[in-house]
């Protein structure tokens, strides 16, 4: 079976314990989009392990982890954590596989990143990787892809070509020295030199998998609102992190996917600038960002952070045809005295059940709210679903009747075995 894990929210809704345990059942996973701005955090045994561009199913012995061609890929961050797996005992060398058709992100994309966001008025929160400058180029057909880089006539033509016309502009616009050619060169054939026996064509080698009868899991980094056509726009990622990423990301053709599991946070959260209708108010939000230890696995950002908002899961569970869906972190929520689902928003009078498009609604929005009893006692090591609190199953079953899905995995804890199944 071949599935997809997406995130419905705004990112970290806890994709990589979901993608850690699917990992274990699968053959091959493969990452489809972004970059290194994104963050896993996995903990098995004790140990935490933090995954920006390496599928964490390389933590699986005998799994082959994919970076597809829909990755934006910085060499020397890869290097950095191939150089972490190795020193954690976890040899990728014949595991892991980058496709030949992922985009570099190169020494330009992160400054021009940084310059652009100081600029900004209205600052989209970037991560500053130069993600964002690396997707730009792709799309203006100037970016420089690793089957580029294996090829150093090919690589310093087109370096040259950029660096042309992009020094002229740092200088011009940004007051910026520019780029020297020799320096970045040297640097990426070194990093050319390293990564060669990791690069194939990737969308082979999955199509082979697939004739195999193999299962294989695309993992969705960020979430749907952060969608650079769905999110919420400008404060979004630059790729396709929904569903259909996965089949433009790795070249797996749409027909192959047989699941889309979607992943949420029993609450919401969402790191950086945006509308947020359901943010908590600001001391009740500080509370629950420390019960939830929610601060960022890639910038160690604090997260903003809100009640459970099923319009935008509901528009999530339509634009990924999601099948089945995980609630994340449950065990957050232990000890309130009540809690809010949000099930509209009204705006100048009006009552939306759709997620608006309109910025001007969504920043305006007012959220509607059903309010349920909270439980006493802690769900952490609850194993099956009539072992929670009985407003612990009422809460996850009112989700479940909100959003019209059905509800695979409740996880209560960030070990393995806190997961129910069912
Ligand atoms: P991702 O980007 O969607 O994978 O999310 P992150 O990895 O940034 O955030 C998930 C964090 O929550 C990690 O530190 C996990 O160990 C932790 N986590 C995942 N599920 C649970 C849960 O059910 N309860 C608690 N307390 N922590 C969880």
Redesign the pocket.
């Known amino acids: 079976m071949n599935i997809v894990i997406v ?1 419905t929210q705004w ?9 850690d345990i699917l990992s274990e059942k699968v053959d091959v996973v493969v990452r489809y989009q972004g970059g290194n701005n ?6 098995v045994d004790g140990a ?1 392990y ?1 995954f920006h561009l390496i599928p ?1 199913g390389i933590l699986h012995k005998g799994k082959v982890c994919c970076i597809g061609n829909g990755v934006v890929v910085d060499p020397e961050v890869l290097l950095q954590e191939i150089a972490g797996l190795e020193r954690a005992g976890i040899r990728p060398a014949r595991r892991l596989k980058i496709s030949d058709l992922a985009h570099l992100i190169l020494p330009y994309h992160r400054i021009l990143d940084q310059l652009r966001e100081m600029k900004r008025t209205h600052k989209i929160g970037t991560t500053n990787r130069g993600i964002g400058p690396c997707y730009a180029d792709k799309i203006n057909r100037c970016g420089i892809r690793m089957v580029d880089l294996l090829n150093s006539r090919v690589f310093a033509d087109k370096l040259k070509d950029n660096l042309r016309e992009k020094n002229e502009i740092f200088r011009k616009v940004y007051g910026h020295p520019g780029f020297d050619f020799n320096k970045i060169y040297r640097q990426y054939m070194g990093y050319a030199a390293k990564l060669s026996g990791y690069v194939c064509n990737t969308a082979l080698l999955l199509d082979e998998a697939v004739n195999r009868g193999k299962d294989i899991l695309f993992e969705g ?3 749907t609102f952060l969608d650079i056509d769905f999110g919420t726009y400008p404060f979004v990622t630059s790729s396709s992190t929904v569903s259909g990423g996965a089949a433009v990301g790795t070249g797996v053709s749409p027909d192959k996917i047989d699941k889309v599991i979607g ?1 949420a ?2 609450y919401t959260t969402r790191v950086g600038e945006g509308p947020f209708p359901t943010e908590f108010p600001a001391r009740f939000g500080t509370f629950m960002r420390d019960k ?2 929610e601060f ?3 910038t160690g950002r604090p997260r903003r952070c809100g009640w459970f908002d099923s319009v935008m899961v509901r528009e999530a569970v339509m634009i990924n045809g999601i099948t089945d869906l995980a609630v ?5 929520l232990d000890g309130l005295k009540s809690i809010k689902i949000c099930v509209a928003y009204k705006y100048k009078g009006k009552v939306f059940r759709e997620f608006p498009h309109d910025a001007s609604v969504i920043n305006g929005a007012v959220p509607v709210y059903k309010e349920v009893p909270g439980w006493r006692g802690a769900v ?1 090591g609850v194993a099956k679903f009539n072992g929670l609190p009985a407003n612990a199953r009422s809460y996850i079953s009112r989700l479940q009747d909100l959003l019209g899905t059905k509800m695979s995995i ?6 393995r075995k ?2 129910i199944f069912l």
């Open positions: 995130g990112g970290d809704e806890g994709k990589g314990k979901v993608i994104a963050g896993h955090t996995v903990v935490e933090i964490s980094a960020q979430g992943v946070k029993a939830g230890s960022g696995a890639t994340m972190k449950l065990d957050i952490a409740i996880s209560v804890g960030c070990a806190d997961t």
